[in-house]
Structures are given as C-alpha cells and as structure tokens.
C-alpha cells in the first residue's frame, strides 16, 4: 500500500500522479511511504479502554503489594490484580504499565503468599507458648 507524500491519501496501484492533491508519484515517495506503516506497527499503542484496564491492573498489584506484609489482604489484592492483568491481556493491551503490573501481583502474590505463612506460624506459636504457660500455671496469680 502507497501513500501520496504530499497530502497522504492512499495511492491507487502504479498511478503517477496523486487522486487527491495530484502531486506527482515518485519512487522514492512509495518507498518511503511502503515502510512507514511498518514503523507504526512495531510501536501499537493502547486503546483508552485498553490503558484504562492497565493502569487498574498496575494499581490493584502496587495495593497488592503494599498489602501483602500483612498476609491474607495482600493475596486477594494480589489474585484480583492478576485477574486484571490478564483481563487487560485478553483486550491486547500491550506496554510497561502492564508488563510492571504482571509482574507486581505475581511478586505481590508470592509475598502475601510467605507473610500468611509465617502469620499462621507466628500465632501457633504464640498461642502454643501460651498453652504451654497456661498448663504450667505461669498466668496463676
Ligand atoms: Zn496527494
């Protein structure tokens, strides 16, 4: 597909003068016109319904995060972010905002995912040095 390089309307096939503007077709101009929709390609850009499903996966997996110190909250942040990230996948958004946030709620994820285990250990162990006071009469006044 060529390109007319003085107005930009579409160039019918092997025609040497432009529909529109009727500028004169050089071969130059329909190189240079041929690899220009190849640059725009490499660089697709977002929807705003794309970005807007990115930028809530990049924010729910940052929360994730941030929430994942106390355990529990941090993994359904976390999940929910994912859910988003893939969402936005499906709807092919594409770039760093959501390439960060696929990896945030994964991290988000394996955190939270440690803290509520060392939470659970951490209260079994207190409740166990409780017990174990309690059976051998240390909160006996
Ligand atoms: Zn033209």
Redesign the pocket.
Known sequence: MAF?K????ELQQGAKF?E????PVEEANVQQAVEQPVYTEAQPVNTPEQEGLAKSALILSIVGLVLAELGLPGIIVSAIAKGKVKKATEAGAIGGKLKAARILSKIGLILSIVMTVFWVVYIVAIGGVMAYGISNGAFDY
């Open positions: 007319c003085n107005c930009g309307s432009c529109n503007c009727g500028a």
